[in-house]
C-alpha cells in the first residue's frame, strides 16, 4: 500500500519527532532517577580512556561479520537463480541497508539488493530475501522464548509484567515460533497456494524460485542467522564492558535476546529507533544493572555501527550504480 504525500509529511516531520522527543524525555527521566549517575558517568568517561576502548575496534570489526555473514546468507539464497560473487553479494547488503534507514522497519532493505541482480531477476529475488529474512526472525523468536523463561524469576521479582501476562507472552511467542518454523520448511504449500489463486499464472513465477529451496539450504540458512544472532550479542557484551555496565555474558545473552523480540514486533521508524533501542534495553537489561546510563549509551552505539555505518557505505555504492549507468548511456 502507498502512502500519500500528506501521511508522509505527517510521518516524517510530525509523528517521527513527537515520538523521538516523547522516548528521549523518557530515558532521561529514568537515567535522572539512577543512583550514582555521577560516579556511572565518571566510571564511563574513564572506560573511554582504558584499554577498554578497544572494545568499540572489535565491535566494529564484528558488524563487518555480521554483515558478511548476511551476504553469505543472500548469495547462498539467490543462488538458484542467479550466482553471484560474494562481494557482490556484500555490497547488495550494504545498499539494501542504505534504503532501509529511509522506511520502516527496514523493508528498503530488498530494494536495495535486487539492485545488483540482472533484470529479469529482480523481481524472483525478493520472494527469496523475505524466506532468507523469515529464517533470522525464527531464530530471533526462538532465542526470545528461552530468555522470556530464562528471566521469569527477576521479570516477577521487579514485577515487569504480572504472572498471567508473562503466560500470555511467552505462550505468544511459542506460537509464533512454530508457526513461522512450520511456514519456513513448508514452502511447497505456499505455491500449491499461489497457483489455486485466480489470475495467478501472472505472477506465479514469483514464488517458483522457491521450489529449490530443499531442507538441506533452510537449515544452513537457519545455521548462519544463530551464528549472526551470537554475533550481536557479543558485541552487546563489548560495549556494555566498556560503559561500565555490570551485567554478566548470561544476563546479557538473555536480555538482548527478549529485547530483539521486541523491536521485532513493534513498528520502527529510523528517526526514533535509537531511542526506542534504548528504551527497550533499559527496560530489561536495567532488571540487572543500576546503569542505565551505560545502557543507553551501549544500545545508540550499537545502532549506529550497526545502522548508519553500513548505511552510509551503502549509500555510496548505489551512488556508484547510478554514476555507471548514467555514463552507459551516454555512451
Known amino acids: 500500500m502507498k502512502l500519500n504525500r500528506n501521511t508522509k509529511i505527517f510521518i516524517n516531520y510530525f509523528l517521527g519527532p513527537l515520538l523521538f522527543i516523547w522516548l528521549s524525555w523518557a530515558i532521561y527521566r529514568q537515567i535522572k532517577k539512577q543512583p550514582d549517575l555521577e560516579t556511572a558517568w565518571k566510571g564511563i568517561k574513564e572506560s573511554l580512556n582504558s584499554p577498554m576502548v578497544w572494545n568499540i575496534v572489535f565491535v566494529v570489526l564484528l558488524m563487518i561479520g555480521n554483515w558478511s555473514i548476511e551476504a553469505i546468507k543472500w548469495k547462498m539464497a539467490v543462488k538458484p537463480i542467479q550466482p553471484i560473487s560474494f562481494l557482490k553479494a556484500f555490497r547488495a547488503v550494504l545498499s539494501g541497508v542504505s534504503f532501509s534507514v529511509s ?8 530494494l536495495g539488493r535486487v539492485l545488483y541482480m540482472d533484470e529479469g531477476n529482480r523481481l524472483k529475488t525478493i520472494s527469496i530475501t523475505i524466506v532468507a529474512s523469515i529464517s533470522q526472525l525464527i531464530i530471533t523468536l526462538l532465542m526470545g522464548c528461552i530468555g522470556w523463561l530464562f528471566m521469569q524469576p527477576v521479570i516477577e521479582e521487579k514485577q515487569l509484567v504480572s504472572a498471567i501476562w508473562f503466560r500470555v507472552i511467552l505462550y505468544g511467542m511459542i506460537t509464533a515460533t512454530i508457526v513461522l518454523t512450520l511456514f519456513y520448511f513448508r514452502l511447497s504449500l505456499l505455491i500449491k497456494w499461489v497457483d489455486r489463486l485466480p489470475g495467478s499464472k501472472r505472477f506465479a513465477y ?36 566498556l560503559f561500565d555496565v555490570d551485567i554478566s555474558w548470561w544476563q546479557t545473552f538473555w536480555a538482548v535476546s527478549v529485547s530483539f523480540v521486541v523491536m521485532a514486533v513493534i513498528p520502527s521508524i529510523t528517526l526514533i529507533e535509537p531511542v526506542q533501542r534504548g528504551t527497550v534495553m ?25 545502522l548508519i555505518v553500513p548505511a552510509a557505505i551503502g549509500s555510496l555504492l548505489i551512488l556508484g550504480i547510478k554514476m555507471k549507468k548514467n555514463k552507459n548511456e551516454e555512451i
Open 282 to 306: 533499559v527496560m530489561l537489561s536495567g532488571l540487572y544493572s543500576l546503569n542505565k546510563l551505560g545502557i543507553g549509551f551501549t544500545a545508540t552505539g550499537i545502532w549506529f555501527i550497526n
Open 206 to 241: 514469483l514464488v517458483r524460485a522457491l521450489e529449490d529451496f530443499n531442507a538441506t539450504l533452510l537449515l544452513r540458512l537457519l545455521s548462519l542467522s544463530a551464528f549472526r544472532f551470537v554475533v550481536f550479542i557479543v558485541q552487546y557484551y563489548l560495549l556494555f564492558r
Open 103 to 110: 522506511l520502516p522497519n527496514r523493508v528498503g532493505e530488498y
